[in-house]
């Protein structure tokens, strides 16, 4: 009990100075939302000087002290208020992440979750295979991957199988002409937008996930208890996956929550080759046309969600290892 309060008190500070820093982040640069607002017109004709209150009114923002408006601001952020986006007025930046965050965490996050369980096991085998041509073959290959920058992986596959054989789409999560509705025909349509994105990431990353589960291994196989397991005349599977896996293991939560905690943010470079509409190519949008209020939105979201994965990994680690068990009970 004493280990979960203190992992609270941590949560909530570290959520209240995140929160904090996005507010004044964008008070210390210099301009202003509203200079920025104007600057869009900039060319198209003389803007009345009156027009700023009027912008200022527009945008919600606040005439009051700083204090006052931080205090604004935390009201805000706490109904999900982020402001009105500047790239695309008038929606709120609430909204564009509500709409871009589910194709996020269909690619994103399906895709980490494939490349963890997929890389993790290779991993084992190796380990158990260690000197063998297995173990060999999935190190190489895997070191390859995990170096090869992805969005050269990305460019290739769509040139091979997208422009010159046709197979896949280029861009984009669906069809141009395809109507959103829950049909065989548009999700058919969403899967074969979503496989070379998908393909990229889970190259990309298993190797990385194979490798660190393949170290920690070696490092468990040779433990007392492992040396036990094998006088006692256990089957080798069973002492691979239930002894030794299990312990490895451990370390690799920790990096999956920071992972699935990431998913928000989403795959950048990936999203931004395939155009795909997730949080990723958002933020990409909202930097490239200076959208302060869009920016601050998503980089709160992501610190937001890899806070809380950090949260669940450490409760993971009491649930999962009962050396932190007995750890957090004295």
Partial sequence: ???????????????????????????????????????????RGQINPHAAQAIRIMLGISSGGFFHQYLQYLNQVSHFNFGVSYTYFPYSVSHMIGQALPWTLGLVGLSTIISFAVGTGLGIVAAWQRGRRADGFLTTVSSFTSTFPYFWFALALIY?????????????????????????????????????????????????????????????????????????????????????????LLPNITGFAMAIGFVVGGSLLTEIVFAYPGIGYLLYNAVINEDFPLMQGIFLIIVVCVVLANFVADLAYVLFDPRVRRGTSV
């Fill in 1 to 43: 009990m004493r280990y979960f309060l203190r992992r609270v008190v941590f949560l909530v500070g570290t959520l209240w100075v995140a929160i904090t820093l996005n507010f004044l982040i964008p008070r210390l640069m210099p301009g202003s939302p509203v200079q920025a607002m104007m600057a869009k017109f900039h060319g």
């Fill in 160 to 248: 091979g199988l997208s422009f010159i054989l046709h197979w896949f789409p280029l861009s984009g999560a669906y069809s141009g002409s395809a109507v959103p509705r829950l049909n065989f025909g548009f999700v058919w349509d969403v899967v074969r937008h979503g496989i070379l994105p998908s393909v990229t990431i889970v190259i990309s990353s298993i190797g990385g996930w194979l490798l660190s589960m393949r170290n920690n291994m070696i490092n468990t196989l040779n433990e007392d208890y492992v040396l036990l397991a094998q006088a006692k005349g256990l089957h080798e599977r069973w002492i691979a996956w239930m002894y030794v896996a299990r312990n490895a």
